[in-house]
């Protein structure tokens, strides 16, 4: 299988990460691309006509993409656990609630690196940053069951959101205010799965 991917992101990390849990990581082949909002890979395209990525390539099947597909199908692919059956519909939640904070950073990127300074809106990324601090706030007052115990794909999915968070929003801060996250994430990334899969330009 060969995974479309670049290494700043978290969506991909998701997938990268996951597949590390599954001890499946070394049947995927990474094929990097540089692919932005702006300017999309022509690799990237040809696997997802959005140009998205991640995008999985299989062997001897049809190209997957977005991660939380890609997660499920591996999860699917490999007889693992990471969607427990009983609490799937708490895991789904919380992933994607993870989606949506890594969607408004990466936003907040494309914003200030992608238009010119005079065509940013600092409104539209304030707005953004609000979805993410709502997001943070509601795990701080009320950390899900789900987030702890046995690993799985709700917490991969938060790890890389609140990682891409310190690699690209790292002046905002978001751990100040917010011990009880800020200590449960600094645990999570001892797992091997997301040592190996940081965040690099
Ligand atoms: N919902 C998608 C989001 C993927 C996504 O937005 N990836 C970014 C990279 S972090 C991308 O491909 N951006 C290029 C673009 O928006 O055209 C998923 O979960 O895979």
């Given amino acids: 299988m060969k995974l ?3 290494p700043a992101s978290p969506f991909v990390r998701k997938v990268r ?3 590390h849990e599954l001890g499946i990581q070394d049947s995927i082949t990474l094929h990097p ?3 932005t909002a702006l300017s999309t890979a022509d690799d990237a395209r040809a696997a997802n006509p959005l140009g998205k990525i991640p995008a999985l390539i299989q062997d001897d099947g049809p190209t997957l993409f977005d991660s939380r597909v890609i997660c499920r199908f591996l999860n699917d692919k ?5 969607y427990p059956t009983n609490t799937l519909y708490d895991v789904l939640t919380l992933e994607a609630l993870a989606d949506g904070i890594m969607e408004s950073g990466v936003t907040i990127v ?4 992608l238009r010119p300074a005079e065509k940013q809106s600092t409104e539209w990324m304030d707005a953004q940053w609000s979805k993410i601090t709502s997001a943070l706030d509601s795990l701080e007052l009320n950390m899900p069951p789900a ?7 709700a917490q991969i999915a938060m790890a890389c959101a ?3 968070l310190d690699f690209r929003h790292d002046d905002r801060n978001w751990r100040n205010t917010r011990p009880t996250l800020a200590a449960w994430h600094q645990a999570i990334c001892d797992r091997p799965s997301l040592k190996t899969t ?3 330009d």
């Fill in 33 to 35: 691309v540089k692919t």
């Fill in 78 to 82: 490999a007889n693992g656990d990471m």
């Fill in 17 to 19: 990460a996951l597949a």
């Fill in 110 to 113: 494309y914003e200030t690196r």
């Fill in 147 to 153: 987030l702890h115990g046995t690993v799985n794909m």
């Fill in 198 to 200: 940081e965040p690099t």
């Fill in 4 to 6: 479309i991917f670049a």
């Fill in 162 to 164: 609140l990682s891409y």
